[in-house]
């Protein structure tokens, strides 16, 4: 039987240059957590389904299940473990203990991936838009509504920020 065709691959993940070796059928999300340890990223369906995967890579939330790690050769990818310091997502982490938006947890890597998408893609969404851009992650546990209360939240706090922001400024000087 022969071997399977090995490829190096140099990618940016989580600010930081990356080479190593893939096989063609590795999937992005077990590259990451089975050679980077970046074990943050959930795996469900493992089909492009429920949403627990989703990652971003060049910016755009992405199905890191049923994308082949070989393919993101070049690309700059973030998982949640690189959003520590990113002050949209910390909100986003406060607005869903706040709201109750989890229980198990599991779904909640890849729900706060598509949340920030929302918050900075479309900050006029309202109820319906933020179920709708949310319908590709499944939550077996909240029934949602904490979920898009805590986005909603968000979404609120930037408005407001947004409408006043002399007055930010002066609070943040
Ligand atoms: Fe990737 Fe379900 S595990 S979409
Ligand atoms: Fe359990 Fe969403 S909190 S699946």
Redesign the pocket.
């Known amino acids: 039987m022969s071997e399977p065709m090995i490829k190096t691959i140099e990618l940016i993940v989580n600010r930081a240059p990356v080479a190593d070796r893939v096989e063609p059928r590795t999937s992005l999300a077990d590259f990451l957590r089975e050679q980077r340890m970046l074990c943050g990223t959930n795996i469900g369906c493992e089909q492009g389904v429920c949403g627990a995967c989703t990652i971003e890579v060049d910016g755009v939330p992405t199905r890191s299940c049923i994308t082949p790690a070989v393919t993101c050769a070049g690309s700059t990818v973030r998982t949640i473990e690189g959003f520590d310091d990113d002050a949209t997502m910390n909100e986003l982490r406060a607005a869903f203990s706040a709201e109750h938006a989890?229980?198990?947890?599991?779904?909640?890597p890849g729900?706060l991936m598509t949340a920030r998408d929302i918050v900075t893609r479309l900050p006029d969404a309202d109820d319906a838009r933020v179920r709708l851009e949310l319908s590709g992650n499944?939550?077996?546990?909240?029934g949602y509504v904490g979920i898009v209360r805590a986005i909603r939240r968000v979404l609120d706090a930037r408005r407001a920020r947004a409408a006043t922001p002399l007055a930010v400024a002066a609070v943040t000087a």
């Open positions: 989890l229980q198990c947890g599991y779904c909640t729900m499944l939550c077996r546990c909240t």
